[in-house]
């Protein structure tokens, strides 16, 4: 039989975003633009995207380097509060194998002209396959990608010449 573990974990990552929460809010919301920067690394290779933001909806991606393997990302939304939070489960697999099942949530505040946005997420790691640091290490890329594509939005689409 094959030894099985689990490692629960919180981790909770903090960016501003010199843009308004709605802004940030929508970058999440619309599945053109957060297909735009929710996304493995750049060498990675991506496949199927799907996005149903609404109570109840799913979320669909699955990637990953050239030759395999394949990683896949599933997700289901509880609570969608526009520009306030986001609250969803998610699983992570490499191939077919369970790698980690997390509770997360999204909060975006107003930070002067800007947002503030808190992910908070509570995860299980199972058998080794995933760890906390390498999770928070991928969500901070990530959320570091959410910010290069505000920052070009912003470039392209000063305030009040949208």
Do not use: C
Request: glycine share 10%; no cysteine.
């Amino acid at each position: 039989m094959t030894e099985r573990s689990v490692t629960h974990a919180t981790m909770v990552i903090e960016r501003a975003y010199a843009v308004p929460p709605a802004t940030v809010f929508a970058a999440w919301a619309d599945p053109a633009a957060k297909a735009r920067w929710f996304s493995g690394p750049d060498a990675w290779k991506t496949g199927n995207y799907q996005l149903d933001f609404t109570a109840g909806g799913e979320e669909r991606l699955s990637g990953g380097p050239p030759g395999g393997p394949v990683h896949r990302y599933a997700a289901r939304y509880y609570e969608i509060v526009p520009e306030q939070r986001i609250v969803y489960a998610y699983e992570m697999y490499t191939g077919t194998t369970r790698i980690s099942v997390s509770l997360a949530t999204i909060e975006f505040s107003s930070a002067g002209t800007g947002t503030r946005l808190v992910v908070t997420e509570q995860g299980a790691f199972l058998d080794g396959h995933d760890t906390p640091a390498q999770r928070e290490h991928g969500s901070a890329s990530i959320l570091d990608a959410l910010g290069a594509v505000l920052e070009r939005r912003a470039a392209e689409h000063p305030a009040g010449k949208d």
